[in-house]
């Protein structure tokens, strides 16, 4: 099981949750469509030994999830076929991630941060160099920086340090070049999406219920 979280944004309603490190590969539901990449020794890199072929329409909470109701908005052509957007429908889609919802404290999980929700986190952390969604309705066009141009950094400002880490994450967004955005302490990157070699990870993101406690221990770690 997956102890250890962090807060990784609170609004006016709820509060998400993302785990503190990626997961490792027991902890990949098994119908995510993903297997585990174990390239050069890191074992928490994900990657789609096929292109699954639901796309976003697919999912079949796409208009009762809440974390996709507020931070899923942009993409409105949730019908797009093309390979990235194939991928995300797996890392949206809240029946596959539910092995991490906690029922007593948790309503819904998803496989990793939407875009939106992203920028969300970031935006509170970092308002003096505040990111920006460009959409054009089927994909993500870029995360805009302005002190920076079209660079974003990790936010959790880590580097990798071994086996199990908080870089090299996937947003759960289709991207604009077929692929999804990875986040690292480097400018913006994309992963691939079905290459045995890939070393990016997950790190799903819980909604908490509305009567949810959490208790803050060591690191910002929270139980």
């Known amino acids: 099981d997956v102890t250890d979280w962090k807060i990784f944004y609170a609004d006016e309603d709820y509060v998400y949750i993302i785990t ?14 993903m297997q585990s990449s174990n390239s050069s020794g890191i074992n928490t890199g994900f990657y789609f030994p096929s292109i699954p072929a ?42 596959i991630w539910n092995l991490f919802v906690n029922d007593i404290i948790a309503e819904e999980a998803i496989g990793g941060p939407t875009a939106e929700l992203f920028m969300a986190s970031w935006n509170e952390k970092y308002p003096s160099s505040r990111l920006n969604v460009v ?33 090299f994450y996937t947003i759960a967004t289709p991207y604009n070049n077929g692929s999804l955005i990875r986040i690292d302490n480097e400018p913006l990157c994309t992963r691939s999406l079905n290459s045995n070699s890939d ?11 509305r009567t949810a406690t959490l208790v803050k221990s060591l690191g910002d770690v929270w139980t």
């Open 135 to 167: 959409c054009n309705g089927s994909y993500v066009t870029s995360l805009q920086n302005p002190s920076n141009g079209n660079t974003i950094y990790n936010a959790d400002n880590c580097y990798y340090t071994g086996v199990q880490t908080e870089r």
């Open 54 to 95: 639901t796309t976003i329409s697919n999912i079949s909470k796409i208009n009762s999830s809440i974390i996709l109701q507020k931070y899923f908005t942009l993409i409105t052509n949730k019908n797009n076929t093309d390979n990235s957007s194939k991928c995300a429908s797996k890392l949206l889609d809240p029946d």
């Open 20 to 33: 503190s490190k990626c997961i490792l590969p027991q902890n990949l539901p098994p119908n995510s469509g």
């Open 199 to 209: 070393q990016t990870g997950l790190r799903p993101v819980v909604r908490l219920k």
